[in-house]
């Protein structure tokens, strides 16, 4: 059975700062059918969602895709009159991670000097192609700034990690030894070099762990929940921890099987973790966290919480309604709604059952959806009830939100 992201945490106090509208690019039309738009622009971010290789497709060859899949983000950020260089965090998902040196190349051409902060990960399915990426631009330029860490051997196709005036972008550091690029045996040996090279970016930028307010585990099945749990409780403040979404994938590059991603706010007085009252503290995840205007919430699932919680839908609808629901409940304690969701990052165990997730998805947005990412992590797998009842995870939404208003306003 794949088991559901933890999201439970403690309270952190901040104070409160303005708000920055958010735009909605290309929304549909009165009575059309919902259709998530390229581009939605909020707190001085711009959230493009995942592209894909609409044209080349999967007859063409990789660095085809990948030039079209960039072409395609390029096109995105110029609607909204930005340019590549505007761009802080690209998180690529691919079928076959084997192409990571082409697509290295192909990064190379398009930032050709600091590039981006990156998370690249195997999936089992993308909706176009072999390759999706979705992307985070800044509209203000002033305070970018690549973060290089000592020691570390450069990578032309990505910068271990990216400032902005208000927000640290990491990419994603594997369990693998830094200095002669081996990987442990032991999988905690290999959640503490992925959670050291973590903290080796952050504190090159000047910020500590404690400036977290999302990751992103990516792990294969050769990594238990167990033990990257037990370690990573370790790094994080109990109650307080960042928001997170971990993800089991198919592959990661150059055989990795754990790899950490995330966001951190550069001032901590703008850090503030969001925890309904009928969440006891975890040490894990926070259900969701503030950085300034920007609320990231951790993953969520159908799983009903409690002391007989679990999965107990079949279909991918039913947990989808169930998921919603838990999403709803962290918003309402920010004081926020679905209306101010301005990306989100959906996991179905297949594709195919993309149609019945946006029935019911869809409606819980009354004005416009928001920038959107939809992956099939795995293979599907077996969705049949264990002994107790508990079904497989079909689905998972992670969210990001921002304060107060509406959308176009």
Known sequence: ??????????????????????????????????????????????????????????????????????????????????????????????EDVGHIRELDEVFASYFPRNPPARAVLGVGKVPQGTIQMNAIAVRDLQGKQAVSVPGAKPNKALSAGMLTHDQLFVSTMQGRDPATGTIPKDPAAQVNLALDGLKSVVEAAGLTLAHMVFVNPYMTSEISYQAMNEQYGKRFEFGNTPGRATIEVSSLPDGAHIAYTGIAVRDLSR????????????????????????????????????????VYFASTADQTRQTMRNLLDNL??????????????????????????????????????????????????????????????????????????????
């Open 332 to 409: 309402e304690e920010a004081g926020l709604t679905f209306d101010q969701v301005v990306s989100a990052t959906i996991y179905l165990d297949d594709l195919s059952d993309t149609g019945a997730f946006e029935g019911i998805y869809n409606r819980y947005f009354p004005t416009q959806l928001p920038s959107q990412t939809v992956v099939q992590q795995l293979a599907p797998g077996d969705r049949k009830a264990d002994a107790e009842g508990h079904y497989p995870t079909l689905e998972q939404v992670s969210l990001v939100a921002r304060r107060n208003g509406k959308p176009g306003n």
């Open 1 to 94: 059975m794949r088991q559901p992201a933890v999201t439970m945490l403690g309270v952190a106090t901040m104070a409160l700062v303005a708000w920055a509208p958010a735009v909605f690019s290309q929304a549909a039309p009165v009575g059309a059918a919902k259709v998530a738009p390229r581009t939605v622009e909020a707190a001085g971010y711009l959230f493009v969602s995942g592209q894909g290789p609409q044209h080349s497709g999967a007859a063409g060859n990789f660095p085809d895709q990948a030039r079209e899949t960039l072409d395609n983000v390029k096109k995105a950020l110029q609607g909204s009159g930005l340019t590549m260089e505007h761009v802080v965090y690209v998180q690529v998902y691919l």
């Open 271 to 310: 850090r503030q973790a969001v925890r309904p009252k009928n969440m006891p503290p975890s040490p894990t995840a926070s259900p969701c966290v503030f950085a300034g205007d920007l609320l990231y919430c951790s993953a969520k699932s159908g799983f009903i919480p409690g002391p007989n919680g679990g």
